[in-house]
């Protein structure tokens, strides 16, 4: 006999007066997000808070596009509740915890129910919107105000501001914080921007665009965690058969979670995160939270691609087991990265032990091939900036971050076969490259005239070290970095490494 599928009528017990307590609690929480990743991190973040007796109110959850109804229903079938699954390695052991999450109470299809929608703009409690509508999300399309419901995210929460300020008369307290949760740097300061661009669009008198500047607040937030979503079909079944239901909203997640937020310490009276013990952090400076990620964990992933994939590696895990690669990327981090950062080394490496237990999470299978796209543009924004720390310093580069560099390099020895851009590993296996067209055909132009005129490796290194447009400067010109480039190349295609 199939098990009944998750919803209120099969909780009992705590479980059944948590969710009836969400129920009957005014929504203080606006989501803008139906996916997994805001059910594995802030609904989670927001049960844990209302579980210790911290957080009193409910969320209400809406899709940002009309091709999320389906998910959207499924949240409504389920009376809000889902299954999230937390596994991974804490202090190097695997955990595997599991809890019914049961922090929403109205779920409502704006392109279905709109008016229902924008009641929600006339509730007194609402205080905080959370977002995840992907960095596509935030942005700026020309748009009618009309009679229908209104496309973009943005769009949708200037016309909830202003028929705020309308039900309120402009009342100072009646201001919204946002905390976009999109990857997007000064996500907050973007959104407002163009919610303000469409109250100028749509005509909206000076007053309102007073209060919405003066009395609400967009928050710049850099969120942390890999939620999996589902589990392979497998898993899901005897998951299944261990609880005695079915829960086609099971989302997984990684036991690492971090959520840093540009706002005053105070804020979390409203919205107690960080009193529930969660790695959350309000801050008046999101930097150092954005550079040791983007220059450690983004940074690590970049190095890894490349040279993974031409060793026929596949998955982050297995680069990070591999014998001689996994402690290549740990000296790169500890001994070349970290020294150029302008933060605590005990700090920095303390972060660091994080992500190589991220990256060792047996749950997780990350494929090189999915970090290896547009690899041209991350190594610039990830790995340069450390190159660069030395070579700015007339310092010889460190032998990993050369091998980086030269790793991505060979990775682009590419020709273009049947409208595709193909490489070959170091065992003769060939690999599709996904970048930038025109970047993709300069270099394999490169490669071509290269091979075609019998060119010496060295002369090609330093023409592709000299793609300024690329690179956004000419690498060719740091003293003995071609020569490190070309060393690194002979010895690794000479089999003595790896």
Wanted: hydrophobic letters at 40%; aromatic letters at 10%.
């Amino acid at each position: 006999m199939m098990a009944e599928r998750l919803n209120a009528n099969l909780l009992c017990g705590e479980q059944k007066r948590g969710f009836d307590d969400v129920v009957a609690s005014p929504v203080t929480v606006l989501q803008i997000g139906e996916g997994n990743f805001l059910r594995g991190f802030a609904d989670w973040m927001l049960h844990v808070s209302r579980e210790q007796g911290m957080f009193h109110g409910s969320v209400a959850v809406t899709q940002p596009r009309a091709t999320g109804k389906a998910k959207i229903e499924e949240l409504a079938a389920q009376d809000g509740i889902y299954t999230l699954v937390i596994r991974g390695l804490e202090n190097g052991m695997p955990v595997e915890r599991q809890s019914v999450v049961s922090i929403i109470s109205q779920v409502i299809d704006p392109y279905e129910d709109w008016n229902r929608f924008i009641a929600l703009a006339e509730s007194d409690c609402l205080r905080f919107v959370i977002s995840n509508t992907t960095e596509a999300g935030i942005t700026y399309k020309q748009e009618q105000l009309t009679d229908s419901p209104i496309a973009s995210f943005p769009g949708k929460m200037a016309y909830l501001l202003y028929r705020r300020y309308l039900s309120f008369g402009g009342a100072a307290d009646k201001g919204l914080i946002f905390l976009p949760c999109e990857l997007l740097e000064n996500n907050g300061q973007t959104l407002r921007d163009i919610v303000i661009q469409y109250s100028l669009d749509w005509g909206f008198p000076e007053d309102f665009r007073a209060w919405l500047t003066r009395d609400n607040r967009f928050l710049n937030t850099l969120v942390d965690r890999i939620v999996t979503g589902y589990p392979e079909e497998e898993q899901a079944q005897a998951w299944f058969s261990e609880w005695s239901y079915t829960d086609r909203l099971l989302t997984t997640a990684e036991p690492y979670h971090l959520w840093a937020i540009q706002g005053e310490e105070s804020l979390d009276e409203q919205l107690p995160l960080q009193k529930a013990g969660l790695n959350v952090h309000w801050t008046n400076d999101l930097r150092p939270y954005q550079q040791r990620k983007v220059r450690i964990l983004n940074a690590a992933h970049t190095w890894m691609a490349p040279i993974g994939i031409l060793h026929g590696i596949e998955h982050v895990r297995e680069m990070m087991e591999h014998q001689v690669l996994g402690q290549a990327v740990k000296t790169m981090v500890r001994f070349e990265i970290i020294p150029t950062l302008p933060y605590s080394v005990e700090e920095m490496n303390a972060y660091a032990d994080t992500v190589f237990e991220r990256f060792s999470n047996p749950f997780i299978h990350h494929r090189l091939t999915d970090i290896g796209m547009n690899s041209l543009s991350k190594f610039k924004v990830r790995l340069l900036p450390s190159l660069s720390h030395y070579a700015d310093l007339g310092l010889q580069i460190p032998e990993e971050l050369v091998a980086g560099m030269a790793g991505l390099l060979r990775y682009y020895d590419i020709a273009q076969v049947n409208g595709q851009f193909e490489g070959r590993d170091f065992q003769g296996g060939t690999y599709v490259v996904r970048d930038d067209t025109e970047s993709l055909m300069r270099i394999a132009e490169i490669w071509t005239n290269a091979k075609r005129n019998r060119e010496d490796l060295q002369i090609t290194i330093k023409e592709l070290l000299a793609l300024k447009t690329v690179w956004g400067i000419n690498l060719e010109e740091w003293n003995g970095f071609a020569d490190s480039i070309w060393n690194w190349w002979i010895k690794v295609e000479g089999g003595d490494e790896g």
